[in-house]
């Protein structure tokens, strides 16, 4: 059963930095595509990074040079490295997890079926 278990969530003031990890279960990163979400209230949950399964990463415009993934793939944790936060990057972080899915929707929640129980990044100001 694939199963994904975030953590490193907390609180942090603007400009400060965090590391999520996300440790996962009965699969391997060069066979499964994986990514990281972000639930803000009031909006719709959003891809931050993803992973490719020949190792292309993608990253939302948003956080495109602040944030970098990173995968341990002896050890199956996946990372998200956060620098330089923003009020605006405070949500609910998701690890997601699929075994197949179309390129143009890789930043998409929909092409994922398999997610953790999210962890939470608070930045204040």
């Known amino acids: 059963k694939v199963e994904l278990v975030e953590s490193g969530g907390g609180s942090v003031q603007a400009g400060g930095s965090l590391r999520l990890s996300c440790t996962a279960s009965?699969?391997?990163?060069?066979?499964?595509?994986m990514g990281w979400f972000r639930e803000i209230p009031g909006k719709e949950r959003e891809g931050v990074a993803v992973?490719?399964?020949?190792?292309?990463?993608s990253y939302a415009d948003s956080v495109k040079g602040r944030f970098t993934l990173s995968a341990d793939n002896d050890k199956n944790i996946l990372y998200l490295q956060m620098n330089s936060l923003k009020t605006e990057d405070t949500g609910k972080y998701y690890c997601a997890a699929n075994d197949w899915q179309y390129w143009s929707l890789r930043l998409s929640a929909s092409s994922y079926h398999y997610w953790g129980q999210g962890t939470q990044v608070t930045v204040s100001s």
């Open positions: 009965e699969l391997t990163f060069d066979t499964w595509y």
């Open positions: 992973l490719d399964r020949d190792g292309t990463i």
